[in-house]
């Protein structure tokens, strides 16, 4: 007739083994890819909240009155520190984390960035020129290298100078 019924239950037992294995496996590497995900998306989110505060910073020294950036040496030297931070956050982060970040682009955060800025603010730093008058000769070459250095981290985002179009690019 056939084997017996105890070599039966034997064989099953193992291919039983085989199979509880292989479902482990495939559970272990789900949860890796869910963990990884996870902390990929916290990151993430952590990212753009700390980069929208650094805009929502910048935007607070914009003239209320008439919606226009200010030419007050206190306020642009505000405005230009906090985009240079959002600048000097997303490098950070990104040398910090560049596992999770892998298939992430800076533009994009740079983009979010931007977007988040007064117009006012992308006009300012797109004309790249120091419109200030300054007595202090130190101070005025000073801001004048942060608003450079503005122009080049904002002139990564495929949405910079959107309402700029009038001015002559430098």
């Known amino acids: 007739m056939g084997q017996p019924l105890h070599i039966i239950c034997e064989q099953a037992s193992d291919h039983m083994g085989l199979l509880t294995n292989g479902i482990a496996f495939l559970a272990l590497v789900v949860a890796v890819l869910v963990g990884y995900h996870t902390i990929q998306l916290q990151i993430v989110a952590a990212i753009q909240s700390q980069l929208t505060n650094k805009a929502k910073e910048a935007n607070k020294y914009i003239v209320e009155k008439d919606q226009r950036f200010p030419m007050e040496t206190h306020n642009v030297s505000a405005i230009v520190s906090s985009i240079l931070h959002a600048g000097y956050i997303l490098d950070l982060q990104f040398s910090t984390y560049k596992f999770f970040l892998i298939k992430r682009k800076k533009q994009q955060f740079i983009?979010?960035?931007?977007?988040?800025?007064?117009?006012?603010?992308?006009?300012?730093?797109?004309?790249?020129?120091?419109?200030?008058?300054?007595?202090?000769?130190?101070?005025?070459?000073?801001?004048?290298?942060?608003?450079?250095?503005?122009?080049?981290?904002?002139?990564?985002?495929?949405?910079?100078?959107?309402?700029?179009?009038?001015?002559?690019?430098?």
Do not use: M, W
């Open 111 to 170: 983009d979010l960035f931007y977007l988040e800025l007064h117009t006012s603010v992308g006009e300012y730093i797109q004309r790249n020129q120091l419109e200030l008058v300054l007595n202090d000769t130190t101070l005025a070459s000073i801001i004048k290298e942060q608003l450079n250095d503005c122009h080049n981290f904002l002139k990564y985002s495929n949405l910079r100078f959107r309402y700029a179009s009038s001015y002559p690019k430098p």
